[in-house]
């Protein structure tokens, strides 16, 4: 296993999920490491496989469609409609994995038959990530919910960002990361001098 990854286990059931061909959930709150668990399935998947990543965030402010989003990240001709866009990669034999990220943003609601019809394709995954699972949503999925960072996890992160810190000071910002809201968007948010001279007591 990865030992780079943040949450070592749960990332690799996440791609043994993904390898089985079914289509995921992932959902978690603002702050927890979304993000980071995307980067780290990344870094463990099959070098064969392709990978979609859009971000509907993204996409929406940008006024294009989700097609629109997936065309930008390859070389397709004769693909008028979303319908049309799986079946062709599918083709291709090579394995594929789809991550809607912030599927909260979607707005086209129609958009869900079409990511709903991807299990049925054996060359295609898909992972779609959220903060919060959608009420009443029509999306077909099993429901992956992202775990609290723990303590351990946070220290190793700590350890490999090499923030310069003693031992000591090391436990107490793994104490005090774990009582904040977002504990792993504060280690991305502050530069490394914030953490050395020790402004986050």
Known sequence: MNEQCLRVEFTH?????????????????HGQGRRRTLQDLRSILPEVWRVFQVDMRDVEKRQISLLDALLEQGKYKNIANIHDFIPEINKTSIYHLVIVHNLEFLT??????YLNEIEKYPYVSL?????????????????????????????????RR?????????????????????????LDANSQAWFRDGLWK
């Not at 390898?19 to 978690?28: A, E, H, T």
């Not at 959220?130 to 992160?157: C, N, W």
């Open 162 to 186: 090499d923030l310069l810190l003693k031992d000591k000071d090391r436990v107490l910002l793994v104490d005090f990361l774990l009582q904040q809201a977002s504990p792993y968007s504060l």
């Open 108 to 113: 086209d609601l129609s958009v869900i038959s």
């Open 127 to 159: 992972l779609c990530v959220s903060e919060k699972k959608q009420q009443e949503s029509a999306l077909v999925g099993v429901d992956y919910i992202l775990p609290a960072v723990t303590s351990t996890q946070l220290l190793e992160e700590i350890r």
């Open 13 to 29: 059931q996440l791609l043994k999920s993904l390898q089985q061909g079914k289509s995921i959930n992932l959902i978690g709150p």
